[in-house]
């Protein structure tokens, strides 16, 4: 059974690898970002599964689109 609920980034729950990304989308002020292009990405959604396994196996791709980079780290 699939179910499909509607959540923030700030209020998705990450696991494994997916948790640094999560992280650090919300350390840079991007949630806001991050939702509008998943929901463009993905507009009938997307399981929690899947959310997870592109925030784990997608990072760079993540940053590059929000803007966020290694300076944004270290400050």
Known sequence: MKVYREITIAD???WAGAVVTRGRII???KED???T???ELYPDGIDETGLNDILWFDDEWIFEALGITDEDEDE
Do not use: H, K, M
Request: charged share 40%.
């Open 37 to 39: 292009l998943i929901e």
């Open 27 to 29: 350390e840079a002020g």
């Open 33 to 35: 970002e991050f939702d």
């Open 12 to 14: 998705f729950e990450a």
